[in-house]
């Protein structure tokens, strides 16, 4: 989630900056290298097994994620459910960055259904202790680490969570990129590299957040079959909870009914796909997690109108994904996003877990 821009500056705070090592650009062996004189000098410090327990604080809530190794399956064993449809191009940074340093730099992002799984208890009962680390993030959230070491704890948590599958809540390229790299590295089973660096998340957790993206059509027809709104908060609150979109366009607003169970699958399947026919969406679409800028690249001729989206329930998102349907790219926003650099995951083939 780190600007082009912004490189540079968490790079000057410290020689010890994780984005030196997550955002080499392309060199990618000088980040191997950066990654084996930080374990070498210690500073890097070697676990033994452990799991971790993660809090961020945001708003007055806490969210409570753990942090372990997650066995790599593909999707057709339907135990890692992906949520979104994806791209090349991401895939081909991140398999160069981890062929380089054999190395999981930064958890996948994962949320699970834990009712009846005890899991809530284990992790409270985990936060009681000290925790191994305490710490204010550049946006102001307070952060909380635990470090577990493997025993009953760890055997618990793992028992609780063998029969649930997990949806991908970020990072579906990075999941398939590990995929592919678990393959070329091979190794038996329980080797390392046959496992990701995951954070996961309880779908009811309070202080787990969604958002939507809304979407600017660089070119098309305009829309009919609306009702027309005063204004964009008028659009968003007339959308929010309900299977519909908000549309701009040539100074005015919309809100458009639509029919099905996910808003952003039924604009796209009623509305943006019939605009386009076989044309790419991706050529012809912007995103943004900001309403109102949406509506500023229309008035400035950026696109040529915005569709709005309210926020996606989670539950009919992973009944979907159970189901093996996909969602558009860009279809939700988890947040707050976990930081990078807390903990490493060594994709070791030879090491078992």
């Not at 029969?163 to 995929?179: F, M, Q």
């Not at 996910?262 to 796209?268: C, I, K, Q, S, T």
Request: hydrophobic content about 40%.
């Amino acid at each position: 989630m780190i600007p082009d821009g912004d490189v540079a500056k968490y790079a000057s705070w410290s020689p010890h900056n994780v984005v030196r090592l997550i955002r080499p650009g392309s060199d990618y062996a000088g980040a191997a290298r950066r990654l084996d004189e930080w374990l070498a000098s210690g500073v890097l410090r070697e676990d033994a097994p452990s799991m971790y327990v993660h809090e961020v604080e945001s708003g007055g809530v806490v969210r409570r994620d753990l942090i372990a190794a997650l066995r790599l399956e593909p999707y057709t064993s339907r135990t890692v459910l992906p949520h979104e449809r994806t791209h090349q191009g991401p895939k081909e940074d991140r398999l160069a960055l981890m062929r380089a340093t054999h190395a999981s730099l930064e958890p996948l992002w994962f949320v699970y259904d834990g009712r009846g799984s005890g899991l809530r208890e284990l992790l409270a009962r985990a936060a009681e202790q000290t925790p191994a680390a305490e710490f204010v993030d550049p946006e102001g959230l307070k952060q909380r680490l635990w470090v577990i070491p493997a025993g009953d704890w760890t055997a618990g948590v793992s028992d609780a969570l063998s029969a649930r599958p997990v949806l991908i809540a970020d990072g579906h390229h990075r999941y398939e990129t590990s995929l592919a790299y678990s393959e070329e590295a091979g190794g038996a089973a329980g080797a390392a590299s046959r496992f990701t660096l995951a954070l996961l998340t309880d779908i009811d957790d309070p202080g787990l957040h969604v958002a939507p993206t809304h979407r600017v059509m660089k070119a098309g027809i305009a829309v009919t079959g609306g009702e027309p709104a005063g204004s964009l908060e008028e659009v968003l609150a007339a959308i929010d909870g309900k299977v519909a979109a908000g549309v701009y366009r040539d100074g005015r607003f919309q809100v458009l009914p639509l029919e099905g169970e996910v808003a952003v699958v039924e604009l796209h399947r009623q509305v943006i796909d019939n605009i386009l026919g076989r044309r790419s969406p991706e050529e012809f679409l912007l995103y943004t997690r900001d309403a109102r800028e949406a509506v500023r690249w229309v008035d400035e001729g950026v696109g040529v109108g915005a569709f709005f989206l309210g926020p996606p329930d989670l539950r009919t998102v992973l009944k979907l994904a159970e189901e093996g349907k996909t969602l558009p790219q860009k279809s939700t926003y988890f947040h707050p996003k976990p930081p990078s650099g807390m903990v490493f995951h060594r994709l070791d083939a030879d090491r078992t877990l």
